[in-house]
């Protein structure tokens, strides 16, 4: 029975995405244009991005930091790229109180001048470096068009900013963290992402370089993902950053940033999930299991909580549903709020000593004895889902990845079914404009460790320099 | 040796607290006027306490929640209280990219107006009810003077917002909040405070009633530490939040609000701490031990690193310092730090089986032979001087609590020792007011629970109404 909530996916996939996003209730549209409600389903998820990312960053040696929420003008003016590129949508504080402010101030789009200014005030010495820090917060880009968890004027993020002594160090940090990321990717998210360089049209406003993790939604439609940059010295050269190196000498620092957002959230839904709603991986659900009694009998609920104990006994994340809405419904609200596992107890099976376990991945009903060791079983059952989800991503991944040797190549996949492009590029700008034509493609990233195809760029037919992956994105 | 870097607490309280943060490095000054740069250790206090208390809202029923930082002016006037409340000091944004708004939008300074405009779209039957959700976020006020953890433009805090079927339902739960916030200021943070209602003076911008956590400051000014409010239907009537009730008919929701912000943390500094540093209750501190080997020996460092496992296994948080500065700063820094307990191993103490143990609290300090149960040993001990540190700011509190009868009573207590000051009220503002006129000095809060002291209003002479506490802010 599919969820009538829900405009099928291959009907219409962005009417879908935002049916699922309202079905589950993972965000509202506010009265704040452009801004949403992460509603306590959706913020959920988040927290549990949350939990493991912030363990990962700790483990790695970085501390969480509070920077202010507002960027005077002229800080955000030393670092002439930065303001280039986000001062066309930044939000302006103009009064406070009462009173016109004599400089005016925009809310952060990121921190990169924040911290640049404070890292100038505390760093004296190579013995105070490096300095790793973090913060989760909020910023702001007044973008025109949204969409929920994709695109959004404020959206919810980590940035990551650190200084080092060494050129060396600080881009070793960068791919670092670029791995910390892609590793969540395919072990937490279950999303093969790939990562590579970011051609030089397509690299943060201000970095020398960029990394980035991209992900391919289950429509061939590509999301940049989480991105990891190396800015060298020019923040710390702009903004004075400088400490006693070993030899005695003032020297700047070298830099760092990396950031991963919300839009997890999006490419969580745009990779797994289905016509009956969300499809969370286990690892990542905020709750793993539901068990719904089917009718009141005392031994019916004595069973669904001594099963609930167990498995939150053993860390595994459950609840029983005991509200008054009958059992279909019930049944429909946990597939579509993507609850892993859900146990179904009803008096005729108990009799004949079966309950019923169904994975809301493949919908799948398994029966089985009611005296099983509930924790082994549902252990296994959850890695068995988050494994299977894996596969069926890569799969779909490989499905929709392509080569290309020439133009018409290109435009014929992009005009049948869009997905990861490989083609060869002479490093040229030109040719990248002239590939965004089609459908507005864009250079995904730099493959650096595969070979080239057949040496020719994909768009002029010139000598080719580097492997590149393009595609169509959100 | 008492700390260069930090005056005496007896000479200038006021520059004593603001050296303590810097000192420890809790906080900085940023370029962004009026604001804080949250440090690496102040901000790991700030985790601290959001995990204990983020853990009570959810024991308690209450999910988590995101909702936009910016308010439209005319969300804002729809509740004319709280514009009137807040308006003076909110800053607002007026650009968005390059274009002037047609609506200015202020920064949000608290959330009522935007959980109201959710609420009122989300609830449609008694079923739907309670909503119990909370955010963690930073908010912002125009102030003038500005203070670190005390008073800052942006703050860092926790606002839960809750609407529920019936009156009794509502006020209980304001109740019920106050006291996992006293109980947290009790049992974590070791500070006395003390509960009751405010005067319609001195309630929330329109609340029906507010209640207060206070605390008393080692110099015997009082900081307002907590609050939680009952609005009854004033923001669902403003803002239309309807409910289908049980009996079939559209009534309005009661509704609650009820928050605590990183001025806690002020208060932790003003509260302990001493003229060597900051002074953590070990229950709130991040680092709860540290050990100093002094010397290289191979013996000591396994020693050392021996019992930094033994301790993390046993969730006591523990880190061996093994940078290169000299053991006479590793304490010092220790100490100004608030590291609980630091244990000494050295070369010639342990040849004769010998280590030692320093509290510091009372900077007290322990031989003890090597051979201990380490964890027991420290466990206790940090039991230990949790208790003590609450039982001295008991003390100190009781001792700067007075009873006034008249004005000349308060007149002298203010003048002589600030502190808080029971005294019988009237009820009547003009009262308050007079009072407020000898140092500033404010209702603090109405003690519903206690029995008038003599029946004469502390001011006026007149009947009293009330038993009120009395005191100097910040």
């Known amino acids: 029975m599919k969820n009538n909530a829900i405009t099928a996916r291959e009907v219409d996939f962005a009417k879908w995405y935002t049916d699922v996003v309202m079905a589950a209730r993972l965000a509202d549209y506010s009265s704040v244009k452009g801004c949403l409600v992460i509603e306590p389903n959706g913020y959920a998820i988040w927290e549990k991005i949350q939990n493991v990312l912030d363990n990962k960053f700790k483990e790695t040696g970085h501390r969480n ?58 760093v004296k010495s190579h013995r105070d470096l490096p300095m790793k820090y973090n913060q989760w917060c909020s910023v702001m880009r007044w973008e025109k068009e949204t969409r929920p968890f994709l695109r959004s004027r404020e959206f919810l993020w980590q940035e990551g900013h650190t200084i080092h002594e060494t050129q060396a ?97 999006g490419a969580l839904i745009m990779v797994h999930s289905d016509d009956y709603g969300l499809v969370l991986p286990p690892k990542i659900a905020p709750k793993q299991v539901t068990i719904i009694p089917i009718g009141k009998d005392e031994e019916i609920i004595n069973l669904a909580e001594d099963y609930a104990k167990q498995l939150n006994d053993n860390n595994i994340s459950c609840y029983v549903d005991l509200t008054d809405k009958s059992p279909g419904f019930k049944f429909a609200e946990s597939e579509v709020n993507g609850i892993p596992v859900r146990i179904e107890i009803g008096k005729r099976d108990l009799e004949n000593n079966k309950i019923t376990f169904a994975r809301r991945d493949t919908r799948e009903k398994m029966d089985k004895s009611k005296d ?38 290109m435009e014929k996949i992009l005009n049948t079914q869009p997905g990861f492009i490989h083609g060869d590029w002479c490093g040229d700008e030109a040719c990248e404009l002239k590939i965004k034509e089609i459908r507005g493609c864009k250079s995904r990233c730099i493959m650096e460790d595969e070979t080239l195809i057949d040496g020719k760029c994909v768009c002029c037919g010139k000598e080719a320099k580097k492997h590149v992956i393009w595609g169509i994105q959100y």
């Open 65 to 122: 930091i509070c920077m202010p929420l507002l960027i005077p003008e002229n800080l955000m003016k030393k670092e002439s790229e930065l303001i280039n590129g986000f001062s066309p949508e930044a939000a302006w504080v103009t009064m406070g109180g009462q009173k016109v402010l004599e400089e005016r101030m925009c809310i952060r789009p990121t921190s990169e001048t924040l911290f640049s200014d404070y890292y100038s005030k505390v």
């Open 169 to 265: 160090e600080a881009e070793q940090e960068t791919l670092d963290m670029l791995h910390v990321y892609n590793d969540f990717f395919h072990n937490y998210l279950a999303i093969p992402s790939i990562i590579g360089k970011k051609t030089d049209k397509e690299k943060f406003a201000g970095a020398d370089y960029t990394y980035t993790v991209e992900a391919l939604m289950y429509n061939g439609i590509c999301l940049q993902s989480g991105t990891s940059h190396y800015f060298g010295q020019r923040f710390s050269k702009a903004y004075g950053i400088k400490f006693l190196n070993r030899e005695n000498n003032l020297e700047c620092v070298y830099q760092t940033s990396w950031g991963v957002s919300t839009r997890m959230i």
């Open 372 to 409: 099983i060791d509930v924790v082994a079983y549902v252990r296994t059952l959850l890695d068995t889902i988050q494994n299977d989800m894996y596969k069926r991503a890569v799969e779909r991944r490989d499905a929709l990845t392509f080569t290309a040797h020439n133009l018409e190549d």
